[in-house]
């Protein structure tokens, strides 16, 4: 398949960062093509601008080169794969706004006139990957209702092939991880990856 | 009581921004003291950088000016009041940026050394109020999970002691609404906040 990994950490020695290793390595393993956005590393910009939000109907004269960029390398691609820290339930702020202001109406959706709901354009992706730290254990988040893995598995979803398949790679209660579930979870993330199918 | 209002619009002439300014003049009216926050007014930065991830971790994890000038402010707060419009069923990212950056160890929770688990650290906050508008229906929500109310009722009402109340104010379908509906609830808002 060919992926988009989308990568969202602040530090360049993060064990995020040695996840997003572990995925390129493994997607590779796998024999799938592989194109990594690496956020922070863009610099990207995750808030949405006054002109933006003013266009947001109007189908992007207001888009940026840089967000031009990654909507047509998302629609390039068969495979999203997600790697960031959850942080507040969710993505870090820099992943909440690519998703606010690349994935829009004409890029991930359109909203024909009098149309009730919107229909989806990203047909070309066929599967969602989320790998993913917690640093609070699973019963934690469970009471939080992880909005993270909602808002993948249902929005992001709906907007992709109708077949398209949602994979959650999770290491839960990162925060008091021993240095071998950190090593298994590296591990883990990398063979799943190079499945035929992901 | 004193009121910290959080403002996520990049819009002055927005009907989000309408919501804003009346909720802040209803609390005033009801006197309240209210120190508004407008996250775009003050361009304030939605990024955590590597230098702030690096000392999250260490014994003075704020390290930046407007960091250290919010969480002194959230630290007197007994209310937190948030405005925003929900986008991908949560918060603006701008805001999203405001927790991952401002409510970091020793603002809002403790880290207990020994055990690496998270002690609650707003026991000064009495109450938490979210006032967001849809685009969606109240239906649609449901069935995609509205991950904002959850960040803000769920996730960081963990550290807030049990039992103290939230007040949650929603416009569902705001895109297809009627100038009468927005009328009624911004009267909606400006009552609801006037007694709390």
Partial sequence: MRALLVHAHPRAESYGAALRDAAARGLAAGGHEVDVLDLHVDGFE????????????????????????HGAR?????????????????????LKGWFE???????????????????????????????????????????????????VGRQLRALCHPLARTRWLALYGMDTAAEAERRAFLARVERRLARPRL | MRVLAIHAHPSPESFNRL???????ALRGSG?????????????????????????DTDE?????????????????????????????GVPAI??????????????????????????GLGHVRRIIGITTYGSSRSYVRVMTDGGRRTLLRALRMLVPWGRRTTWLALYGVDTSTEAQRARFVRRVEERVARL
């Fill in chain 1, 46 to 69: 995750p808030r949405l601008s006054r002109a933006e939000w003013a266009d947001h109907r109007t189908a992007g004269a207001a888009r940026a080169a840089d967000v031009q960029d």
């Fill in chain 1, 74 to 94: 998302l629609q390039a691609a068969s495979a999203l794969v997600l790697v960031y820290p959850t942080w507040w339930g969710g993505p870090p702020a820099i």
């Fill in chain 1, 101 to 151: 202001r690349v994935w829009v109406e004409g890029v991930a959706y359109t909203l024909p006139p009098g149309a009730a709901r919107v229909r989806p354009l990203l047909r070309n992706l066929r599967r969602l990957v989320v790998v993913t730290t917690h640093g609070s254990p699973k019963r934690i988040n469970v009471v939080e209702g992880e909005p993270g893995k909602h808002l």
């Fill in chain 2, 19 to 25: 919501l804003f300014d009346t909720a802040c003049t």
């Fill in chain 2, 32 to 56: 309240h003291e209210v120190t508004e926050l407008d996250l775009y007014g003050e361009d304030f930065r939605a990024v955590m950088s590597a230098d702030e991830r690096a000392a999250y």
């Fill in chain 2, 61 to 89: 994890p704020v390290c930046s000016p407007d960091v250290a000038r919010h969480a002194g402010l959230v630290g007197t707060a007994d209310v937190l009041l948030f405005v925003y419009p929900t986008w991908w069923m």
């Fill in chain 2, 95 to 120: 805001l999203k940026g405001w927790l991952d950056r401002v409510l970091v160890p020793g603002v809002a929770f403790h880290l207990d050394e020994r055990t690496n688990r998270v002690r609650p």
